[in-house]
């Protein structure tokens, strides 16, 4: 027993001096009596993806030389397993079931044959693949899991390969490239005589574009795409005829996944008030076989309406006038008149139920003088409260428009209070208020007057918290709106007492008529 320890213990010490110059991990793992032993370091089950893109997928095998006699030299031989051994060795394992992929798919170097030098260490195994023909197995035979199993054997009956660590099994995926459409509905308004619409165009199971690709759409004018999306929408809408649009050149050029092919429509065959749709597919493109195109519809509607009419942005607004809010002194509902166009419905501006009436305050020996001097908000503010139609709000635009039109959102709950008011418009270059105390009238504290306001329309609101529209009337679109840059609302009744609250106002605008300009 001592002599096979003080064996063991040479063998152990001779592997520890040659492995200190190893530039491989080496195993410990070495059976007595073999001169040499041979394993493969990434042995095992491994998920392989792969891309039809590629000519060529090679992975490497790493295959390691331990034993008593660094100088030997054993042959080795890697060979794939038949159906038959794969269904004995790998069928009973979780995801079993395996279909081994046929020998033309794949190749071994130097066909699979490998001998060591002395003193060799270590060495690479290439395993070749050829992706494309692979992926066409799938396609043929989606439900099935293909695979290559490789067992590593010694030639020389005095060499030994490890069992346990001499059998790879790759189970492969093969992904292909697909142009596809970054949207599936793509809907836009026709406000002029032509319009431009982006069309996203992307590739998906690709994580790098290193080509150039040139592509086509195919613009068959399919009747029952449209038919198939009328129903699944329960829309009504026409099939945009040919000649009235036409896309630029598509591509997406080298290290881009994305980029937007621009259809352009023309109006002049078009009819307005009527809503079109084009279905797209996708065409051929310049990778033939090693990209696919995606068969799915990506479906473009276009809106044609007669009047071109679109909500004005809030981002530029402010507020100019509130004669009537709570959070010039209450603890509640303080959002202030800025509320209403902050794009937040939870948040709203009410009128100011828990401060003084207005007729309680005085400034230089004028009863009833409430006006904030002291400038506490960026707009001509006021510290107490007024009857329900004495209240008026003055908003900013930003800029100048033709106005047909504006929408309110009442507050959330039960308590909406805003009833009906008047709107007004003006278009003079600046708003113009004078307290009493710069010789300014008491009347203008209820509703500013010294600008020139055109009369727009009367909100009647419904007791409810729905988002409600309010449009003049066809004679007044039909000669463009009203131009003006400040909307005043004056308030003329309430649903509840004196009490007026809002969470959203909104003003639209008329841009175009038949598709042309509005000046």
Same mark, same amino acid.
């Given at each position: ?253 080298? %290290?881009?996944?994305? $980029?937007?092919? +621009?259809?352009? &429509?023309?109006?002049?065959?078009? =009819?307005? *008030?009527?809503?079109? !749709? ?105 510290? %107490?409260?007024?009857? $329900?139609?004495? +209240?008026?709000? &003055?908003?900013?635009?930003?800029? =100048?428009? *033709?106005?047909?039109? !504006? ?113």
């Amino acid at each position: 027993m001592k002599k096979i320890s003080y064996l063991l213990l040479l063998l152990l010490c001779s592997l520890s001096l040659t492995g200190c110059k190893d530039s491989f991990a080496w195993q410990d793992r070495v059976p007595q009596g073999y001169q040499s032993i041979t394993y493969i370091k990434n042995h095992g089950t491994h998920a392989l993806t792969m891309n039809t893109t590629e000519t060529t997928h090679t992975d490497s095998l790493l295959i390691i030389k331990a034993g008593s006699d660094p100088s030997r030299q054993p042959s080795l031989r890697l060979r794939a397993l038949t159906q038959a051994e794969v269904d004995s060795t790998y069928g009973s394992q979780q995801g079993g079931e395996y279909t081994i992929i046929p020998d033309t798919t794949f190749s071994l170097a130097d066909g699979g044959q490998l001998t060591f030098a002395a003193n060799q260490e270590g060495a690479v195994m290439p395993v070749s693949f050829k992706p494309a023909s692979i992926f066409k197995l799938m396609k043929a035979h989606p439900s099935t899991k293909w695979v290559l199993a490789l067992r590593m054997n010694s030639v020389n009956p005095k060499d030994s390969a490890n069992t346990d660590m001499s059998d790879v099994l790759y189970v492969i995926d093969v992904k292909s490239p697909m142009l596809s459409f970054g949207h599936e509905n793509i809907s836009q308004t026709m406000y002029y005589k032509t319009l431009d619409v982006a069309v996203p165009l992307t590739i998906r199971n690709c994580n790098e574009n290193k080509w150039d690709i040139t592509c086509t759409l195919n613009q068959s004018q399919d009747a029952q795409a449209v038919a198939d999306y009328n129903a699944a929408h329960n829309t009504s809408y026409t099939l945009l005829p040919a000649g009235s649009y036409s896309f630029n050149a598509l591509r997406l050029p080298t %290290g881009q996944l994305t $980029a937007d092919a +621009t259809l352009t &429509v023309n109006r002049a065959t078009l =009819t307005s *008030n009527v809503t079109y !749709v084009l279905p797209l597919k996708m065409g051929t493109s310049s990778m033939g076989q090693q990209m696919q195109s995606d068969s799915a519809y990506s479906y473009v509607v276009i809106d044609v309406p007669k009047y071109g009419i679109r909500e004005i942005k809030r981002d530029a607004w402010s507020a100019l006038f509130c004669n009537n809010d709570n959070a010039m002194g209450g603890s509640e509902d303080n959002a202030s008149i800025t509320a209403i166009f902050d794009d937040n419905p939870n948040t709203f501006w009410h009128t100011g139920w828990q401060i003084p009436s207005c007729n309680s305050f005085s400034y230089k020996g004028v009863s009833g003088d409430d006006y904030d001097y002291a400038h506490t908000r960026s707009w001509h503010a006021f510290k %107490g409260f007024r009857d $329900a139609n004495k +209240t008026t709000f &003055v908003i900013d635009l930003g800029a =100048t428009h *033709n106005i047909v039109g !504006v929408g309110i959102k009442q507050r959330a709950g039960s308590l909406q209070d805003f009833r009906s008011g008047d709107v007004y418009v003006s278009n003079d270059p600046s708003f113009l208020f004078k307290p009493i105390a710069n010789g300014g009238s008491a009347a203008d504290y209820n509703q500013p007057m010294l600008n020139n306001w055109t009369y727009l329309l009367t909100i009647n609101a419904p007791h409810d918290s729905g988002q409600r529209w309010y449009q003049v009337a066809r004679p007044k679109l039909n000669s463009g709106g009203i131009k003006g840059r400040m909307v005043k609302v004056a308030v003329t009744q309430s649903y509840r007492d004196q009490n007026i609250s809002l969470a959203e106002f909104w003003v639209r605008e008329i841009v175009s008529i038949d598709g042309e300009p509005v000046q």
